[in-house]
């Protein structure tokens, strides 16, 4: 079974400029994450998806960052403009449904740098 | 905000030694969870416990759970050096099945 594919693995931009990461998540998987990692900190979430729908975007700053999740499926989380506190790791992750005992499957995620 | 706080922040133990972390938490839950994370991967579930659950095992590791104390650990038999990670706790609350996460403990084994 194939598991949760990210890109690109690495990103180093200016502060103002935008950034766009992708996520397929593991076949079959209704709901799916992006978490920003902050370096020495836990996962944060910033939005849940299930299926296509949103179900929790209440962490997201919504003033610059946006994503979607086109025919349920694959997703983007985009940045525009990048400030320097945007510097982290970006991981999603997908589960098979929402609520009670679901674990969560990683991609290896995508590691910001904002200069 | 985070629920869970792991202790101690970070270990540092002999390969073959019994390594074990400490998770606390705030709020009632459904489940806890622990995930590991090698440096610059993603993460990696271990093992689930159920909040009616008080014990578990799988393989060199061994969770346990203490609902009246919000407090869990993870003890990690016989450690290897494939073993130095990060390790997280993460606990879905009662009335919200999304996962809190800790601030994680750093374990190196050394050779």
Known sequence: EAGVA????????????SVAFWCN???????????????????KLLIQF?????????????DRFSAERLKGVDSTLKIQPAKLEDSAVYLCASS???????IQYFGAGTRLSVL | SQQGEED?????????????????????????????????RGLVHLILIRSNEREK???????????????????????????????????????NYQLIWGAGTKLIIKP
């Open chain 1, 50 to 62: 299930q299926n296509n729908g949103v179900v929790d975007d209440s962490q997201l700053p919504k």
């Open chain 1, 25 to 43: 998540p593991i076949s079959g998987h209704a709901t799916l994450y992006w978490y920003q990692q902050i370096l020495g900190q836990g996962p």
């Open chain 1, 6 to 17: 990210q890109s690109p693995r690495y990103k180093i931009i200016e502060k103002r400029q």
């Open chain 2, 57 to 95: 095992h799988s393989g060199r590791l061994r969770v346990t759970l203490d609902t009246s104390k919000k407090s869990s650990s993870l003890l990690i038999t016989a450690s290897r050096a494939a073993d130095t990670a990060s390790y997280f706790c993460a606990t879905d609350r009662d009335s």
């Open chain 2, 8 to 40: 101690p922040q970070a270990l540092s133990i002999q390969e073959g030694e019994n390594a074990t972390m400490n998770c606390s938490y705030k709020t009632s839950i459904n489940n806890l969870q622990w995930y590991r994370q090698n440096s610059g």
């Open chain 1, 96 to 102: 098979p449904g929402t609520g009670r005992g679901y």
